[in-house]
């Protein structure tokens, strides 16, 4: 049932070791794995797969699907299960369990609720080991590095954990330290996670609509690259300088002389938290507004700086009250964490963001179709969103498009100004129309995701739940429209060529021109138009249909064959097994005919 299945090997003092290989290269290196800890993953995968291909594949088959249960409760199982191996294990697990716990615009809250603990209630590891490990690193005791070091943690993540101290200046701070032995551990889940992506291999559909080599080897750059917390300082002064100038955002200054790999110490920020509406709203504070600017700043890292802090989930986030003008007159020049806030409505604030270990520069080849896909999103125009897929390598030029064009058409009519807290009640039912309607589309689009924007589309996701945390009305659409038309005047000055292609599409819209005329246009003048005969969508469907019952009248020919002859053999030769196995033959035939009608 599952791929050949290769250990890590095993070196000479015994260890285990797993091997990967990047792209085409043919350079290999070995790490150090925790074998149990990699048998127990591999277990938890497995039983998993299992799972999924008795309930969600064998039992949805015709007559046997009567038997299949509610999905509902069995996923919260699994929820469950997950939650308590990723406590129990920390290291990559709990990274998975955060993203999928905000998701609460696209999953049901009886699995988010399951994963939530994963947010504040990793265990932390024993504070001599962690004393051990700043005072091994810098190579002196502790009394001589940090005048003051609290060893309750003030939060604890899948990597890292992160205590109060105060500088030899006397200026408090806050130290993250890597738990002692996450290497290994990272190792170790990477591998069983790679081992679990072979067997998603198997389906060829994943295949066709994902490069999972590509994928895996991403992530695991990635991940190993949050090992490095002199990287991830970096990546914090990088984004304090793309928005230096930005009133709503703050980056805590991080103190290199008490830095280095394992140990990043910087300014204590832990101000009100972001999904702590209470506190937010009780200090004056508009959340509707916090999820707006939460917004905007994104789609400026995006779309604009090409550098994004990719893990914005509600650990990672405060909000920090400015004094009103009232308040800096009576000597209250700026808030500290902990100090008390108090009420004054329409306070300002800033966004305020810690933990930079995932951040990612968008690619130079993705911009431009980045930027055609919001102008494409704005204006609710299906084509300039599909050529953005196309330019971008995310679908292959040469695929017929037109049906694609016309999903997202349909999909723009069916959902343009539904607000993200909506998403959720409308998920089954548009799910259903979707999947009777553009099955084709669905199944046998070759869509190729490009790796690099992986984790930008999981900050996004991520984001959404947080903004319909903040703001239940929270709608995507109208918060889209501003940047369109920004890129689209920025396409507009590039050139006479391009103000007359934009001048052109606008005429032809409001001269409410037939629908594609432009692309027409456009094509004959390049010399690209080319006549193609082709099946109406609704042609297509009727000689789907018609292929599908002559399938299925070819499997109940079939059917009927096998039945006649095991009863034939039967009454020459009673209690044969052949008998019973041409009889099963039958049955199997009978349920391929039912599926195909």
């Known amino acids: 049932m599952f791929p050949p299945f290769s ?98 615009d696209i999953l049901p809250p009886e699995v988010t609720g399951e994963l939530a603990g994963l947010q504040d209630n990793v265990p932390s590891e024993p504070s001599d080991a962690v004393i051990k490990q700043i005072e091994t690193h810098f190579g002196r005791p502790m009394s001589d590095i940090f005048r003051y070091f609290n060893k309750e943690p003030i939060g604890a993540a899948s990597l890292a954990q992160v205590h109060h101290v105060v500088l030899i200046s006397g200026k408090p701070a806050v130290v993250k330290v890597l738990r002692p032995g996450i290497h290994i551990l990272v190792e170790t889940d990477l591998a069983a996670i790679r081992k679990a992506i072979g067997w998603l291999k198997l389906y060829k559909k994943v295949r066709q609509r994902v490069d999972l080599d590509w994928l895996i080897d991403e992530f695991t750059e990635v991940t190993r690259k949050e090992l490095d917390l002199m990287a991830e300082g970096k990546n914090a002064e990088r984004l304090a300088n793309d928005f230096s100038n930005d009133p709503f955002l703050y980056i805590p200054e991080i103190y290199w002389e008490y830095c280095n790999t394992h140990i990043l110490t910087m300014e204590k920020v832990d101000f009100l938290k972001i999904d702590d509406l209470d506190a937010i709203r009780k200090a004056g504070i508009s959340s509707v507004q916090v999820a707006d600017q939460l917004y905007r700043i994104y789609m400026q890292q995006v779309f604009e700086t090409f550098f994004a802090h990719v893990d914005p989930h509600p650990g990672n986030l405060f909000v920090k009250p400015v004094p009103t003008q009232e308040e800096i007159n009576g000597g209250i020049a700026d808030f500290a964490p902990g100090d008390p806030v108090p009420y004054r409505a329409k306070r300002q604030f800033k966004i305020v963001f810690v933990d930079f270990g995932m951040a990612v520069t968008i690619p130079e080849r993705l911009r431009n ?60 039912s548009e799910a259903k129309f979707f999947l009777k309607e553009y099955r084709d589309v669905i199944y046998n689009a070759p869509f190729q995701f490009q790796a690099d924007m992986l984790f930008v589309v999981r900050a996004v996701g991520i984001l959404s739940g947080l903004a319909t945390h903040l703001d239940p009305d929270f709608d995507p659409w109208t ?119």
């Open 369 to 428: 179709s980045l930027r055609e896909y919001v102008i494409g999103l704005g204006t609710r125009d299906a084509h300039k969103i599909v050529q953005a897929y196309i330019t971008s390598g995310a679908l292959p030029a040469h695929e017929n498009v037109e049906r694609i064009e016309e999903a997202h058409e349909v999909l723009f009519d069916r959902l343009w100004g539904v607000r993200v807290g909506r998403f959720r009640s409308l998920a089954v």
């Open 7 to 104: 250990e890590p090997s095993r070196d000479k003092s015994g260890s285990h070791n797993t091997e990967n290989r990047r792209g085409e290269s043919k350079d290999h290196f070995t790490v150090a794995v925790d074998y149990n800890r990699y048998r127990k993953l591999k277990w938890f995968f497995a039983k998993i797969f299992l799972h999924v291909l008795f309930w969600d594949v064998l039992l949805t088959l015709p007559i046997l699907r009567i038997f299949r249960t509610s999905p509902l409760g069995r996923w919260q199982k699994i929820a469950r299960d997950y939650r308590k191996i990723a406590l129990a294990m920390g290291g990559v697990l709990i990274k998975l369990g955060q993203f999928l716990s905000i998701r609460v």
């Open 479 to 597: 918060k889209s429209i501003p940047y369109a038309e920004r890129f689209a005047k920025a396409h507009l000055n590039q050139g006479w060529l391009g103000w007359q292609k934009e001048m052109g599409t606008i005429a032809l819209h409001l001269l409410k021109l037939p629908e594609g005329l432009d692309r027409v246009l456009t094509q004959t003048r390049q010399g690209k138009l080319t006549v193609r005969n082709s099946f109406s969508p609704d042609t297509k469907k009727q000689i789907q249909r018609l292929e599908n019952s002559i399938r299925c009248v070819g499997w109940m020919v079939l059917s009927a064959s096998l039945l006649i002859s095991g009863i034939l053999l039967h009454l020459q030769k009673p209690g044969a097994g052949l008998n019973w196995a041409i009889l099963g033959c039958a049955f199997i035939a009978f349920l391929r005919g039912i599926k195909k009608g």
